[in-house]
């Protein structure tokens, strides 16, 4: 058995924080805390604690989790994350992005997809591949994303160029380091170094 060594209130709303032998285990509604008469010094499983918040505020999270998952399209790490933040535990967290993935609210791959189209032309495939490791994408799914992704040349002349223009003499060291920045490859760093004097129109 486990003891309830604390009780704190959130700053926000009507919930409180649950610590069992002095760890932040769990938040609860004030009022399912009442209900079970939920008390520090209390002796209790943690699994007990688990199905009493899975049974009181199921309906509450999975709310809770289909706004912030609909309010942008998130990847699962965040949302799960967002879910933790709140006090949730992982039984009921993993409940909830069952729900949301089965309905298309929680999608990997079409969030990978998405980035990948809207961000080819503003990042570098490598950008673009730190980005979606970064919350969570995993490498399987960023990989089969990037496969529908057409040459980066003209994105990287591109910069190159607009980089060149404001920065008269042109140091192609600095040039390289700031496209390496932007994630583009080092072939096509390489290729739009060396063709800075061609025009827009000749590509």
Same mark, same amino acid.
């Given at each position: 058995?486990?003891?309830?060594?604390?009780?704190?209130?959130?700053?926000?709303?009507?919930?409180?924080?649950?610590?069992?032998?002095?760890?932040?285990?769990?938040?609860?509604?004030?009022?399912?805390?009442?209900?079970?008469?939920?008390?520090?010094?209390?002796?209790?499983?943690?699994?007990?604690?688990?199905?009493?918040?899975?049974?009181?505020?199921?309906?509450?999270?999975?709310?809770?989790?289909?706004?912030?998952?609909?309010?942008?399209?998130?990847?699962?790490? $965040?949302?799960?994350? #967002? &879910?933790?933040? +709140? !006090?949730?535990?992982?039984?009921? *967290?993993?409940?909830?992005?069952?729900? =949301?993935?089965?309905?298309?609210?929680?999608?990997?791959?079409?969030?990978?997809?998405?980035?990948?189209?809207?961000?080819?032309?503003?990042?570098?495939?490598?950008?673009?591949?730190?980005?979606?490791?970064?919350?969570?994408?995993?490498?399987?799914?960023?990989?089969?994303?990037?496969?529908?992704?057409?040459?980066?040349?003209?994105?990287?002349?591109?910069?190159?160029?607009?980089?060149?223009?404001?920065?008269?003499?042109?140091?192609?060291? $600095?040039?390289?380091? #700031? &496209?390496?920045? +932007? !994630?583009?490859?080092?072939?096509? *760093?390489?290729?739009?170094?060396?063709? =800075?004097?061609?025009?827009?129109?000749?590509?």
């Amino acid at each position: 058995m486990a003891t309830i060594t604390s009780i704190t209130k959130q700053k926000k709303g009507e919930r409180v924080n649950i610590f069992i032998d002095g760890e932040f285990y769990c938040g609860l509604d004030s009022l399912t805390m009442l209900k079970h008469s939920l008390k520090e010094g209390m002796e209790i499983d943690a699994d007990e604690l688990a199905q009493i918040q899975l049974q009181s505020e199921r309906q509450k999270a999975t709310d809770k989790a289909f706004e912030y998952a609909t309010r942008y399209f998130k990847p699962e790490r $965040k949302v799960r994350e #967002h &879910l933790k933040e +709140k !006090g949730y535990v992982k039984e009921l *967290i993993d409940e909830i992005m069952f729900k =949301l993935k089965d309905y298309g609210y929680v999608d990997d791959e079409k969030y990978a997809t998405e980035y990948v189209a809207i961000n080819a032309e503003r990042k570098g495939v490598n950008r673009i591949k730190a980005d979606l490791l970064n919350v969570g994408i995993s490498e399987q799914i960023i990989n089969l994303a990037l496969e529908e992704l057409d040459s980066q040349y003209g994105a990287c002349l591109k910069y190159a160029k607009r980089y060149a223009s404001a920065h008269n003499p042109l140091d192609k060291n $600095k040039l390289f380091r #700031h &496209l390496y920045s +932007k !994630g583009f490859s080092f072939d096509d *760093i390489k290729r739009a170094c060396a063709n =800075l004097d061609i025009d827009e129109d000749e590509e």
